[in-house]
């Protein structure tokens, strides 16, 4: 074997060695994209999901809106009708008032 063959069938093995190590250094890199890969996929798949929950959210707070405005009106023609009802509660008392004082009257005449 000369001197050339033997130089030959180093750098052969080396460059084996080195394809070795490129081939893994490619599997590991291949393999990280397949989980980023993956990674992403659900990534997205949860983004979506809260997207579609914001949204209900959105139409829930947005509808709410609505009943919270129901509700204030409700409550403004309530509070109108307890101030009608406390005016005609004095009314009802300074008649009551009239009319105690006009039999305190009578009773005084007639007794």
């Known amino acids: 074997?000369?001197?050339?063959?033997?130089?030959?069938?180093?750098?052969?093995?080396?460059?084996?060695n080195?394809?070795?190590?490129?081939?893994?250094?490619?599997?590991?890199?291949?393999?990280?994209?397949?989980?980023?890969?993956?990674?992403?996929?659900?990534?997205r798949s949860e983004n979506q999901e809260l997207?579609?929950?914001?949204?209900e959210v959105g139409?829930?707070?947005?509808?709410?809106d609505g009943a919270v405005r129901e509700l204030r009106s409700k409550i403004g023609q309530l509070e109108k009708e307890r101030k009608s009802l406390i005016e005609q509660r004095k009314e009802v008392e300074a008649r009551l008032e009239g009319i105690l004082s006009r039999f305190d009257?009578?009773?005084?005449?007639g007794g």
């Not at 074997?1 to 093995?13: K, L, N, P, W, Y």
């Not at 139409?59 to 709410?64: F, M, P, V």
């Open 51 to 55: 997207n579609g929950r914001l949204g």
């Open 1 to 16: 074997m000369s001197a050339r063959d033997c130089t030959i069938r180093v750098d052969s093995f080396i460059m084996d």
């Open 18 to 43: 080195v394809l070795i190590e490129l081939e893994k250094k490619v599997e590991r890199v291949a393999s990280a994209i397949r989980r980023l890969k993956e990674e992403n996929a659900n990534l």
């Open 105 to 109: 009257s009578f009773e005084g005449l």
């Open 59 to 64: 139409k829930s707070a947005s509808g709410n």
